[in-house]
């Protein structure tokens, strides 16, 4: 059973940034995908950033065209956590940020392809 916890959300000013940690169970990046999405109040969950690692250090991300640029996925496999920097953030991207990890060889942006999600945390970006 994988655990995922997130933290690092909050109240931040047009323009600002924020780091987004998400705590693994051991051994979870060695064989699934993870992955953040976002949820606004009204909207339907949507697919922000998903990495996996393929070998040693190295790994390979793949973000939503609405965070390109803004966001950076990381994940550090010795440590079993996985991170989400948010520069540039814009009020748009007020929403709860979720972690999941799925099962598969490649970083799906299909939230049906994660199996295990942590709590949430929120983030509000002001105008």
């Known amino acids: 059973q994988v655990q995922l916890v997130e933290s690092g959300g909050g109240l931040v000013q047009a323009g600002g940034s924020l780091r987004l940690s998400c705590a693994a169970s051991?051994?979870?990046?060695?064989?699934?995908?993870m992955g953040w999405f976002r949820q606004a109040p009204g909207k339907e969950r949507e697919f922000v950033a998903s990495?996996?690692?393929?070998?040693?250090?190295?790994?390979?991300?793949k973000y939503a065209d609405s965070v390109k640029g803004r966001f950076t996925i990381s994940a550090d496999n010795a440590e079993n956590m996985a991170w989400l920097q948010l520069n540039s953030l814009k009020p748009d991207d007020t929403a709860v940020y979720y972690c999941?990890?799925?099962?598969?060889?490649?970083?799906?942006?299909?939230?049906?392809?994660?199996?295990?999600w942590g709590q949430g945390t929120q983030v509000t970006v002001s105008s």
């Open positions: 990495i996996k690692r393929i070998g040693g250090n190295t790994y390979y991300a």
């Open positions: 999941a990890a799925a099962y598969r060889t490649f970083a799906t942006a299909r939230p049906d392809d994660y199996n295990y």
């Open positions: 051991e051994g979870t990046f060695s064989n699934h995908v």
